[in-house]
């Protein structure tokens, strides 16, 4: 499948802090920073990336 990633934790965690400034830019509504919908950007990114991760 096209999301077969095999990133570790740390790897998605520099993929999440690269892309910080667009995520706080999607993040803003009505003019202030929501930090329920950073939370859940941040969440789902990092759900996808990690989605055939194998767990032990």
């Known amino acids: ?29 009505n003019g202030r920073l929501d930090e329920d919908l950073q939370q859940e950007i941040k969440l789902l990114i990092f759900k996808i990336l990690s989605k055939n991760k194998k767990f032990l």
Do not use: C, G, Q
């Not at 499948?1 to 803003?28: A, G, P, R, T």
């Open 1 to 29: 499948m096209f999301n077969n990633f095999n990133l570790s934790d740390h790897e998605i965690l520099k993929i999440i802090d690269d892309y910080k400034n667009l995520i706080n830019k999607e993040s803003v509504i």
